[in-house]
């Protein structure tokens, strides 16, 4: 049972470009979280998704920043016009929709960032 | 105030000693509580959730006090394979979002 994959694991860009961020939850899992952790600090949530619908987007900032969870297909994170602030490394987690271990959230190997 | 505080460290132990860590949460809404490890540059795992009554799996032993806000997490016989930084970790009053303190660092030396 293979486990949180997420692609790319380092991904360079320079200021100005588009990031995409994939994330492909544990089979059987229904719920996909995005959570950044910036260098020397500790993980913040940013978006909580289900799929086809964000659920709790309070952490991401209101700008440049999207989430997506399609029908089909991986959970996407979107980062426009990428600026060096922007550089850290994003998690991606995913959990049950219920059973005895929804609570727990897997993590996947992350995406480096590095904004040039 | 953060929400989930933890002492940054670095805790440095030999092998064999006992380290405890602890961690202070500000939510009192906050419904379920658990420890990650997090080795460098990879991503955090479950260590172990946390429940009022106390839990342990082998070597590691966790607390809660909800009254007190304050979560512990115990370590015996330490090993040089359990340095890493140590997440605490909580969930609840309101989401699905886990917040996280900065975390513990723990270095075993021979």
């Known amino acids: 049972n293979a486990g949180v994959m997420q692609n790319p694991r380092h991904l360079v860009r320079r200021r100005g470009q588009e990031a995409r961020l994939r994330c492909s939850p544990m089979k059987g899992h229904s719920h996909v979280y995005w959570y950044r952790q910036l260098p020397e600090e500790g993980l913040k949530f940013m978006v909580y998704?289900?799929?086809?619908?964000?659920?709790?987007e309070s952490g991401m900032p209101k700008e440049r920043f999207s989430a997506e969870f399609p029908k089909e297909g991986p959970s996407i994170l979107r980062i426009q016009q990428v600026v060096r602030g922007d550089s850290a490394a994003y998690f991606c987690?995913?959990?049950?929709?219920?059973?005895?271990?929804?609570?727990?959230?897997?993590f996947g190997p992350g995406t480096r960032l590095l904004v040039l | 105030r953060k929400e989930v505080e933890q002492d940054p460290g670095p805790f440095n132990v030999p092998e064999g000693a006992t380290v405890a860590f602890n961690c202070t949460y500000s939510n009192s809404a906050s419904q379920s509580f658990f420890w990650y490890r997090q080795d460098c540059r990879k991503e955090p795992k479950l260590l172990m959730s946390v429940y009022s009554s106390g839990n342990e799996d082998g070597r590691f032993t966790a607390q809660l006090n909800r009254a007190s806000q304050y979560i512990s997490l115990l370590i015996r016989d330490s090993k040089l394979s359990d340095s890493a930084t140590y997440l605490c970790v909580v969930k609840g009053g309101g989401g699905n979002k886990l917040t996280f303190g900065t975390g513990t660092q723990l270095k075993v030396e021979l």
């Open positions: 998704l289900q799929k086809e619908n964000i659920i709790d």
């Open positions: 987690a995913s959990s049950q929709q219920g059973g005895p271990d929804f609570e727990t959230q897997y």
